[in-house]
């Protein structure tokens, strides 16, 4: 683990049901820096290889609802405050904190600051903007956007074995396997 | 397989059997990439920046003499400015519900199209912003709607509808921008890998962001683009009922309704959809799409365009109702005036263009056929611009005394002012369209996979 030479072993497939079989048969086997590149989601794919956190799944919803509830306390706050306190006009008579007149601006501030909490849990989830990765060194990774389905499995695993993964990938019908350059 | 699942096949193929994953990219792709800008581009290009110019100049002669420049004065106090305005965002609204509701009932048709109706929303929205700060007379102090803290102790006043208007608007075009550019990640990534030469690599890889496709990056994708659906597709029919509620709050007779949020949303739908039609049969004929913008896809547009049709005669209806049932006398006079007065012929029009010829529709033929459906949707186009003249126009030129009666004479400058948001929003349009996929590639997939193809 002193130095690395490669940044992993990748499998190219051409369908997503031999990448599925060939992540099962990995985890099984006790792989665990494993990931997994597709032109489109696959279904079942993430819980096959990232199994254990399924807490985030949970915790996400209630991050961006509790932003959305944020920006709806502020956004009628800031409109009370104006309307009520800092600059109080009277119209007809009316009360000051006139609450039906402030539910537009309330929703629609809380519906901006949903669609920028999605945003933002996309890039931090996603790690990105990240402009290079070492995925990128590998030949067969361009197409992995187009219409193959990509295995990595990375060489800082415990278990890493170019020969013996070679054997599985290929056992379950990878087309091309290659070794990825490191940094 | 349980009878939850979706059918693998439609009964009329989404996209052309032949089409694989990678025909799939490279045709979409194939246009943005190749170095040499067809002839009709730069012919499109040169038109629309050629309007965008006129714009330009209108607006400094605007900000120059001000609201004096056009024709609009007591009665009339709103003129084009608003009709464009409220045309605009209504093709933005629209827009943005096609690409959002449809996401939601998981409609095959949307997935092809959904990204010209993203671009749309961004280039409209961009010619909606301009015309209420045109119209606000002194329109350098146009940030003075702002909520913040300034050495003046001056506040906006929240309660009136035309600040909701304001921040509905403000809300919508950041969060339509977050919304397009989050769905054009993936593809983004599809076109750096597709690039040619490194000027390509570089633009498609800084603006992907270093998008990768891995299990991870899919299942927040799809976690967070589907919460962005859920929410766009309210937000857009706030937006257009806020513009409604800007003339139901109202005094004048024929504004002063409470069906006007639904009525303009219902007319924000079928405009929407008639534009987006009219960008795929245009689109489709232009770069070869045939086998991915199918028919299957205008024939389901256009029964979403006869459904809004539909709504939007249920609201025409209930506007004659209400004035004839009802006991006030003004409302009464007004609404007789719309449909026999100096603005019948307009009024009588959008009737035609809006309800009426829409209803070919039913018949198969005409989905069927793309000229007409295309003459419809232009139509449709047409008369939603006249909706708004008409309310707003119309509306203002017979208040409640005859001693504020009076008309309406558009000048030079109120039509440069239309026609050069045109020229902004087809050059927005056209620049997206040379540069990003307008197909989105990465969810048509799917689709590709489940028909079968390798």
């Known amino acids: 683990m002193s130095e690395l030479h490669e940044y992993g072993l990748i499998g190219v497939f051409d369908n997503p049901e031999a990448l599925k079989a060939a992540a099962r048969h990995l985890r099984r086997s ?53 309307e009520a306190l800092n600059y109080p006009i009277n119209v007809g008579g009316r009360p000051l904190n006139s609450w039906p007149a402030f539910i537009v601006g309330t929703v629609q501030f809380t519906l901006l600051v949903t669609i920028a909490a999605c945003t933002f849990v996309l890039l931090l989830g996603c790690r990105l903007p990240r402009l290079y990765h070492p995925i990128f060194n590998a030949d067969a990774f361009g197409r992995a956007s187009v219409d193959r389905f990509v295995l990595c499995i990375e060489a800082r695993d415990q278990g890493f074995d170019p020969e013996y993964l070679r054997c599985i990938f290929e056992n379950h019908g990878a087309e091309h396997v290659a070794e990825v350059p490191g940094t | 397989m ?18 694989t994953m990678r025909s799939l990219s490279e045709e979409v792709g194939e246009p943005n990439l190749r170095p040499k800008t067809p002839l009709w581009w730069w012919i499109s290009f040169g038109f629309s920046l ?41 093709a933005a609204s ?46 350098g102090l146009f940030y003075w709607l702002f909520p913040y803290s300034n050495v003046m102790g001056v506040w906006p006043q929240v309660r009136s509808p035309l600040w909701w208007d304001f921040i509905s ?18 593809d983004l990534a599809t076109m750096r890998d597709l690039a040619r030469d490194r000027r390509q690599q570089l633009f498609y890889g800084v603006l992907a962001l270093g998008w990768r496709g891995s299990s991870q990056d899919w299942a927040y994708f799809r976690f967070v683009y589907l ?13 257009h009922g ?26 924000a739908l079928l405009f929407g959809f008639a534009l987006v039609i009219m960008l795929t049969i245009l689109i489709r004929a232009a ?122 004479y558009p000048t030079f400058w109120d039509w440069a002012l239309f026609a050069g948001s045109i020229g902004l929003a087809l050059t927005l349009f056209l620049l997206m369209l040379r540069l990003l996929p307008i197909v989105s590639i990465a969810q048509l997939r799917r689709i590709v996979k489940s028909a079968g193809a390798p």
Not at chain 2, 120 to 135: K, Y
Not at chain 2, 169 to 186: D, E, K, N, R, S
Not at chain 2, 384 to 401: A, C, E, G, K, T
């Open chain 1, 30 to 82: 006790g792989f665990r820096a494993v990931e997994a590149y597709s032109p489109y989601p696959v279904e079942g794919l993430d819980e096959i290889l990232h199994p254990a956190p399924e807490w985030r799944w949970r915790l996400l919803p209630l991050v961006i609802f509790g932003a959305a509830v944020l920006a709806a306390c502020w956004g009628y706050f800031i409109q009370w405050w104006d």
């Open chain 2, 242 to 267: 806020v513009v409604g509620l800007d003339f139901a709050g109202g005094l004048t007779p024929g504004w002063h309704s409470t069906q006007f949020p639904p009525y303009f949303f219902f007319g």
């Open chain 2, 227 to 239: 919460i962005m659906a859920a929410v766009m597709a309210p937000m857009v029919v706030v937006v």
């Open chain 2, 50 to 90: 050629s309007l965008l110019l006129v714009l330009v100049v209108a607006v400094i002669w605007t900000l120059d003499k001000s609201v004096g420049a056009w024709g609009i004065n007591i009665p009339v106090a709103w003129g084009l400015a608003i009709v464009d305005y409220v045309w605009w965002i209504a």
């Open chain 2, 287 to 408: 770069y070869g799409l045939d086998d991915i913008l199918t028919e299957y896809h205008l024939n389901a547009m256009a029964k979403v365009v006869l459904v809004a049709s539909l709504l939007l005669a249920y609201a025409y209806l209930w506007e004659g109702f209400g004035a004839i049932y009802g006991s006030d006398i003004a409302e009464r006079t007004m609404f007789l005036n719309r449909i026999s007065g100096l603005y019948a012929s307009c009024y009588w029009a959008k009737i035609a263009l809006n309800v009426i010829i829409p209803q070919l529709l039913w018949f198969p033929g005409f989905r069927r056929s793309q000229l007409l459906l295309f003459a419809i949707s232009l139509g449709i186009a047409v008369g939603s611009w006249l909706d708004p003249y008409v309310v707003i126009v119309q509306s203002l030129h017979r208040n409640y005394m005859p001693s504020e009666w009076g008309n309406y």
């Open chain 2, 2 to 19: 349980t009878v939850l699942d979706l059918p693998s096949e439609a009964p009329v193929p989404v996209v052309a059997p032949g089409v």
């Open chain 2, 169 to 186: 608007l403000l809300c919508y075009i950041i969060a339509a921008t977050f919304y397009f550019y989050v769905g054009l990640l993936p």
């Open chain 2, 94 to 139: 629209g827009a943005t519900f096609l690409s959002s509701m449809f996401y939601l009932t998981r409609s095959p048709w949307r997935t092809a199209t959904h990204r010209i109706a993203d671009a749309v929303a961004i280039a409209c929205s961009a010619s909606a912003g301009i015309m209420p700060i045109m119209h606000l007379g002194r329109q």
